[in-house]
């Protein structure tokens, strides 16, 4: 994560952290108002509450006190709060206690048939209190009470104090359960996103590995071949400048030929590398905005655009010609009828055979050398062996940086092939490789 990323998340972190903090806040300001307020209420009905029933008048505004306060527990319990409602619902006190506590009840996440069970028990208990202080309250005016009215009266009133309450706390409660759940699924697809993004960039990094190492092998196996072969005319022609200056002339021109060959397989590979420059971000993206995906195909552009103009097993007589007029003995036996394999396949095997003599030139200078290639339908087969070195031969001096095995092992493993190389009894060095052809079948 970037500096400016990890300041951006802490500073939402700091502001998420705020903004629960004053939400908390606010909602313990509400619930003690709420509290305070109801129990100012079932005080003042707690007077009426002691004088129907013959109590001292402290101890009802007392026990009204302590029943009301309850409300400031509704988040926690409010399962205590309705069944505190219930219970002083007789005593003609405690509505507000009720309403809210419903309310609370219906949104909190208490299971739906236990929230049913209080609300009927609450409408029931409403029900019953207003039923009496109805009849009873028109009795002692007119002796005549309507029980139409007190009946319609008792159910209005009890679904008045109890079903608005509820519906709405399911309202909010389910409102935001969706809410919450809405803001999961932003916090998930913001987290897959992050990991999608680090992938992404995974990939991108191993695509620009997997350039550079073609890259590296591309240089190593083509301008190295060439410039060793160079070395050995020039040394072949320092060797004979005085005594043949005929061989010395045909050298400098092998010489001559070896770096123009040089420099033209340099520049295809340039342009192969300069080829992947038009894969761009679209217009409306700013040039230093490219995606990373586009680092992927043009790492894939330019392979294949490689593999199209690379070299082929029709080659391999140029090849091993080149070595010969070198001073190097090599015999190219071919077994098979040859095939059209894959560019990729044809390529590897030109680049193997082409490092094998490379090094043949490098560590057994004068040692003759065999190059076998077997056609075999579906793979190729090839092996180059040469003997020891000829101590009489001139060392040309040649450096090593010891990838050339390392690369061809590498291309070859990369087409699920088998490479294997090492000395033999006779004190020369064997290379072996075998490759599938790749083609659809």
């Not at 040859?338 to 396949?345: E, H, I, P, S």
């Not at 040649?398 to 294997?420: D, H, K, W, Y």
């Amino acid at each position: 994560m970037t500096a400016t990323g990890a300041h951006d998340a802490t500073a939402t972190g700091l502001t998420t952290r705020g903004w629960w903090w004053w939400e908390r806040r606010r909602s313990a300001v509400l619930d003690v108002g709420l509290g305070v307020v109801s129990a100012l209420e079932c005080a003042l009905e707690g007077v009426d509450f002691s004088g129907q029933a013959g109590l001292p008048v402290p101890f009802g505004v007392v026990f009204g006190l302590l029943a009301g306060f309850v409300l400031v527990l509704r988040r926690r319990w409010p399962i205590a709060v309705v069944l505190v409602s219930i219970a002083t619902t007789p005593a003609q006190m405690g509505f507000l206690m009720g309403i809210v506590g419903l309310y609370t009840l219906a949104a909190s996440d208490v299971p739906r048939r236990l929230t049913g069970a209080l609300t009927v028990m609450a409408t029931l208990g409403t029900l019953i209190v207003t039923f009496v202080r109805l009849r009873h309250g028109v009795g002692a005016e007119d002796g005549t009470p309507g029980p139409v009215f007190v009946v319609l009266g008792s159910v209005f009133m009890s679904l008045g104090l109890t079903a608005p309450p509820v519906l709405f706390g399911l309202y909010i409660g389910a409102r935001r359960r969706l809410m919450e759940s809405l803001r999961e699924r932003a916090d998930s697809l913001e987290r897959e996103l992050s990991l999608l993004a680090d992938r992404a960039e995974e990939r991108a990094e191993w695509a620009r590995t997997e350039e550079r190492t073609r890259i590296a092998r591309e240089m190593h196996d083509v301008v190295a071949h060439r410039v060793s072969l160079m070395v050995v005319h020039a040394a072949a022609l320092q060797a004979v400048a005085l005594k043949d200056p005929a061989k010395a002339s045909r050298n400098a021109a092998l010489v001559g030929d070896m770096g123009r060959q040089a420099l033209t397989e340099l520049r295809e590979m340039l342009g192969v590398l300069r080829s992947g420059e038009p894969v761009r971000a679209p217009a409306a993206v700013p040039p230093t905005a490219v995606p990373l995906a586009a680092v992927g195909v043009a790492a894939a552009a330019a392979a294949a655009a490689a593999v199209e103009d690379g070299p082929c097993l029709d080659e391999l007589d140029v090849l091993v010609g080149q070595s010969r007029a070198a001073g190097m003995v090599v015999e190219l036996l071919v077994e098979g009828a040859a095939g059209t394999y894959d560019a990729l396949v044809e390529q590897t095997a030109y680049r193997v055979v082409q490092e094998a003599l490379t090094n043949v030139h490098k560590h057994a200078a004068g040692a003759k050398t065999r190059v076998r290639l077997a056609h075999r339908g579906a793979e190729v087969a090839l092996q180059v062996e040469n003997g020891p070195s000829d101590a009489g031969a001139a060392d040309a001096g040649l450096p090593s940086g010891g990838n050339g095995l390392l690369g061809m092992r590498e291309r070859v493993t990369a087409l699920g092939g088998v490479f294997v190389s090492g000395p033999t009894e006779a004190g020369g060095f064997r290379v072996s490789a075998v490759l599938p052809d790749r083609r659809p079948a």
